[in-house]
């Protein structure tokens, strides 16, 4: 079992990206799960739909429960019950909640080392000095009297008498070791020592009784549902459940209360196929590859330890950290120069949580990241979208999912030029919007990247297609917004030349087959937020710097729009941009703020501050909530981050030293004596103790006093909890 008590990972590490490897992280104790032939069964109604499009699910044979472990397989972490067992204590946020143990809200004040030792000798002399006087008889008799007083006046000169001495001797030896070692404290002094502070012993929690544990899964007995209980709960003792089986199987429970209508079917898929009911639409059961510590029962993800330094408040010392969606709604910006670790600390054990989490059916998670990145292999996922790369077996919907012309509009232009200050966007959407829903209605179809950028550049043969297009439909009204564009393009202020250089951005060859809008491809549209679903979207950066910004930028409005225009929002809805330069706009951060009420959040990752426009600086650490600083950030990063952890009252102690002057002759010999040995003239110390406010983390201290492999974060909750800015070992 490892420390900190999570599973170590399990089943085949199946080939990914490179350097991916299945090392001692933590995953269910279980066996890989053997797929047999055959079509899916249909989804239970305990279960969303299908998420992705029905090319992507294919034919995949539906898994079943595994066999019982075998008994001589070795066992190196914990089983699933042992893990259900551990006590979570919520200490406040970013605590990592598993097993974690309280500690004091202020450290217990600690004598010096010097005066320990003089304190522990002074009571051992005085202790040796005491017990000679009294054993030499100095004292004379009156410290026996208590043995004369209870015992009979026969004893003396016996046997017996010689042996109660004795005895009352050494409980006299333990009476005076027991009251000069508090005296001269001892023990203190042996545990500074000996290098470590004695911990309560705690004692290990007795095993809870079958209406409380979780592994006896008491809310199905409560229901009357007993048989189904002992299935699953015999599927834990033997083995063929894992944490994401068991967090699955428990929400679809919760989808039953919520709607009694589906507790036939859940308990039918529980008979058929135990720990692999209410299995997710890609009949994955667990990730390929875990490089990060996780606690699903609590929704966690372990990042770091907080450093056990005066940096941090005493009761976070030496604690974990974790991230968790009630964190991640609030959304996390991480700023970082490159090489300190933000892929590797920050993005992955993130993206790794929330898939976990998608396969249990309760969060979707979509990774915007550069070719190459590593994120995990392809396996990991559902939809995998290589843009750029002609054997990527899906597309990107440039549309966001939707026909309405004025909707792609608005989207697209915050996409194309939402980041350019002498372009404005109300008129960019105009814009678009007069020449999309002129060809919707002419096609029943949005255009295609060549098209668009036809219409754009005012070409008058696309322009006279269309226009006969809408005459042969009857659709005058269109036409005479196609005629209006026509009217305004080339006017000072058109926003159509800026439209047609960013969309030419993404005309090229690289990108040829991808974006349509025909129905040749498989499109991956953000309107399935709804699902579990797992997606990576690689930008093609090398080579196409721009172009992939554009893209970035493009699905963070579509991920704000859509996600906040969910009808369902029991799902937590995450977008992971592993490199946000140059894609967050005034529109897309107002867009960021309104995701903590829809269940949803965004983790953003920069270089510096700087490749955002300087304009956004304050509103882009005000629509977060989290907020991280890696070592090797700039001062002027710093200040920023400073201005927005704000100061806090904290108490100082100014000592003044001043000459002391003797009045006696004496005295005044002594301290002229002093002086000539010492060479210091007498002095005395005056001390001011008063409360201050100061910056809780200064600019400069966190561009030189991070040090590498840690990072300064600060957290908030969707609920307003709050921890202040915590100096954190990402590698402890």
Not at 236 to 245: F, H, P, S, T
Not at 301 to 314: A, E, I, K, M, S
Request: hydrophobic share 40%.
């Amino acid at each position: 079992m490892d420390t900190d008590g999570t599973y170590e990972a399990r089943g085949d590490a199946r080939a990914g990206s490179p350097g991916d490897r299945r090392d001692d992280s933590h995953g269910p104790q279980a066996h890989p799960v053997p797929r047999p032939a055959g079509p899916p069964p249909p989804m239970p109604p305990s279960m969303p739909p299908p998420t992705v499009p029905p090319a992507a699910t294919g034919s995949r044979p539906r898994p079943v429960e595994p066999p019982p472990a075998p008994e001589h397989r070795p066992v190196t972490g914990p089983t699933l019950r042992d893990w259900l067992h551990v006590p979570r204590v919520d200490a406040g946020p970013g605590t990592w909640a598993y097993g974690h143990v309280v500690r004091a809200e202020q450290e217990p004040e600690s004598a010096p080392l010097r005066q320990l030792v003089s304190g522990a000798l002074i009571s051992l002399l005085a202790g040796v000095l005491l017990w000679s006087l009294i054993y030499n008889g100095y004292l004379g008799s009156i410290w026996v009297w208590p043995l004369l007083a209870f015992t009979p006046d026969s004893w003396p000169g016996t046997t017996t008498g010689e042996t109660s001495l004795k005895v009352y001797y050494a409980l006299m030896i333990i009476v005076m070791l027991v009251v000069f070692g508090r005296l001269g404290r001892w023990a203190e002094l042996a545990r500074r020592v000996l290098g470590h502070r004695t911990r309560t012993a705690a004692t290990a929690p007795a095993p809870p009784g079958p209406e409380d544990d979780l592994a006896e899964w008491p809310e199905l007995r409560a229901a009357g549902q007993g048989e189904i209980a002992a299935r699953l709960a015999a599927a834990v003792r033997d083995g063929r459940m894992n944490d994401v089986d068991y967090i699955r199987i428990r929400r679809a429970w919760q989808s039953v209360r919520a709607d009694p209508s589906r507790l036939t079917a859940f308990t039918d898929e529980v008979r058929a196929h135990g720990a692999a009911a209410c299995v997710h639409p890609s009949h994955a059961r667990d990730l390929p590859v875990r490089a990060a510590r996780h606690d699903l029962l609590g929704r966690q993800v372990l990042l770091g330890t907080v450093q056990d330094g005066q940096r941090n408040p005493y009761a976070r010392r030496g604690t974990g950290l974790a991230l968790d969606p009630d964190l991640l709604g609030t959304s996390l910006l991480a700023v970082g120069p490159p090489g300190t670790g933000k892929t590797r600390a920050l993005v992955r054990p993130v993206v790794e949580s929330l898939a976990l989490q998608a396969l249990a059916g309760r969060a979707a998670v979509i990774a915007v990241c550069a070719t190459g990145t590593r994120l995990g292999p392809d396996d990991a996922y559902d939809v995998v979208v290589s843009l750029g790369d002609p054997a990527s077996a899906y597309d990107l919907d440039l549309y966001g999912g939707t026909n309405d012309p004025d909707e792609a509009a608005t989207l697209l232009a915050e996409g194309l030029v939402g980041d350019l200050a002498d372009t404005d966007g109300r008129r960019a959407t105009t814009a678009l919007a007069q020449l999309l829903g002129p060809f919707r209605a002419a096609h029943d179809r949005l255009p295609s990247v060549p098209e668009l950028r036809e219409l754009l550049d005012g070409e008058p043969t696309a322009l006279a297609a269309l226009r006969e297009a809408l005459d042969t439909k009857g659709q005058y009204g269109m036409r005479r917004e196609l005629d209006t564009r026509e009217r305004q393009s080339g006017t000072p202020g058109d926003p159509g030349p800026a439209l047609a250089d960013r969309i030419a951005l993404l005309d090229r060859p690289a990108f040829a087959g991808f974006f349509d809008t025909s129905g040749r491809t498989r499109p991956f549209s953000l309107r399935t937020l709804e699902h579990p679903l797992r997606v990576r979207i690689d930008l093609p950066e090398r080579g196409h710097a721009e172009a992939s910004r554009l893209l970035a930028r493009l699905i963070l409005a579509q991920f704000t729009a859509n996600a906040a225009a969910r009808a369902d929002r029991s799902l937590f809805a995450c977008l992971v941009l592993d490199d946000a330069t140059r894609t967050l706009t005034a529109e897309t951060l107002r867009g960021v703020q309104r995701l903590r009420s829809a269940n949803a959040g965004a983790v953003l990752t920069l270089r510096t501050l700087d490749d955002v426009p300087e304009a956004l600086h304050t509103s882009l650490l005000g629509a977060v909530g989290c907020r991280m600083a890696f070592s090797g950030i700039t001062t002027w990063d710093g200040k920023r981050f400073a201005e927005a952890w704000g100061t806090e009252w904290v108490e100082t102690r100014d000592v003044t030293q001043r000459t002391v002057f003797a009045d006696q002759p004496l005295t005044r010999a002594i301290h002229a004596f002093r002086k000539l040995v010492t060479g210091k003239a007498v002095t005395t110390d005056a001390v001011t103790v008063r409360q201050v406010e100061r910056e809780r983390w200064s600019a400069s201290d966190l561009a030189h006093a991070v040090p590498a492999g840690h990072a300064v974060l600060s957290l908030r909750t969707v609920g307003g909890e709050h921890a202040p800015p915590l100096l954190v070992d990402l590698g402890g």
